[in-house]
C-alpha cells in the first residue's frame, strides 16, 4: 500500500492514460489521474479491506500453489532446458523459437532485445497472461499458475517425534518431499515402490501436509506450509496458523501480449 501511495503522479497519469485507450475509465479513476489525494485514499483503503478478508485468510494456500508451480517450471529448466520450461507453459502460451506466443484480445508485440524475461506465477492471473509495459525495467510475464488439486519438491529430516506420530516410513516421505520431487524419485530417496510411494504421499495429501501437480505424464510432489511446519517441528513462521483449504479465484485484468525471444 505505501508503494502505491508512493507512486509519483507522473506515472500514474502515463499509466491510467494508457488504460483509457483500451477502456472507459470511472470517475474516480480519473481523478485519481488527476492526482486527487482521496482518489488514492479510497483505491487503497479497498484494497486493504478485500486482503484483509480475502487473501490473508487463504495466504498459506495461495503460497502452496505458487511453490508448486515453481517447482514444476524449475524441473522443466533443470531437465530441458529454457525450450522445456517455455513449452511447460499454460496452455494459453506456446513457445515456437525463438516467439512466445499468448491469447489475448488486443494483437501486439513484445521484442526483448537481449533483455530477459522474468516469468511469474499469479495465483490470481486467469484465462490470459500479463505483461508490465515498462521499458526501464526488465520485461515480466504473470501467468496463471496451475490450479491442481493434488501431486510436486532438497531433502529434510524429519524430527523423530513426527516418526512416532505419522510412521517412521511416512515421516521419510515427507522429509523426502521438502525438496520437491516426483513419484519415482521419491521411491528412490525413501527406497520403497513406487506404488508405495505414491500411496504414502496420497495419504499426506489427504491430510493437507502434501500438494500434487501433474505436468504431462510426471506427478510432482511439494510440501503444504502446514507440511513444512509439521516438518520443522511446528514452527509456523510469520504467516500463522498453516491453512489447506480450496478458495474461489478471481481474475485481474491486466495486459498480456507475445513476447519475441
Known amino acids: ?3 502505491l501511495r508512493e507512486t509519483p503522479p507522473e506515472r500514474v497519469h502515463q499509466e491510467l492514460g494508457r488504460l483509457s485507450t483500451v477502456r472507459t475509465l470511472p470517475a474516480w479513476i480519473r481523478s485519481m489521474a488527476e492526482g486527487d489525494p482521496r482518489a488514492f485514499a ?11 478478508a480475502a487473501i490473508a485468510p487463504y495466504w498459506s494456500h495461495i503460497q502452496a500453489q505458487i511453490e508448486a508451480d515453481r517447482a514444476v517450471r524449475g ?17 494459453m502460451m506456446r513457445w515456437r523459437a525463438p516467439v512466445l ?41 504473470v501467468y496463471p499458475a496451475r490450479h491442481m488439486a493434488e501431486c510436486a519438491p ?16 511416512r515421516s521419510a516421505v515427507l522429509g523426502s518431499i521438502g525438496g520437491g520431487c516426483t513419484t519415482s524419485e521419491l521411491a528412490r530417496r525413501v527406497g520403497v515402490s513406487a506404488a508405495s510411494a505414491s500411496q504414502h504421499a496420497g495419504v499426506l495429501r489427504e491430510a493437507g501436509l502434501v500438494l500434487t501437480l501433474r505436468n504431462g505424464s ?13 516438518l520443522r517441528g511446528g514452527h509456523r513462521g510469520p504467516q500463522g496458523r498453516p491453512r489447506v483449504q480450496p478458495v474461489g479465484q478471481s481474475s485481474i485484468p491486466e495486459r498480456s501480449t507475445p513476447a519475441t525471444m
Open 218 to 230: 510426471a506427478v510432482m510432489h511439494t510440501l503444504t506450509p502446514l507440511g513444512a511446519a509439521l
Open 75 to 91: 524441473r522443466a529448466l533443470l531437465d530441458g532446458g529454457a525450450d522445456a520450461l517455455l513449452s511447460s507453459l499454460p496452455p
Open 154 to 169: 532438497a531433502e529434510v529430516a524429519a524430527p523423530r517425534s513426527l516418526g512416532k506420530l505419522v510412521g517412521h516410513t
Open 1 to 3: 500500500m505505501q508503494a
Open 42 to 52: 479510497k483505491l487503497t483503503g479497498a484494497l486493504q479491506a478485500y486482503h484483509e
Open 101 to 141: 506466443e499468448a491469447d489475448y484480445p488486443v494483437d501486439r508485440d513484445i521484442h526483448l532485445n537481449g533483455r530477459g524475461l522474468l516469468l511469474v506465477p499469479s495465483f490470481f492471473c486467469r484465462r490470459t497472461p500479463v505483461t508490465y509495459v515498462n521499458p526501464d525495467l526488465a520485461p515480466v510475464l
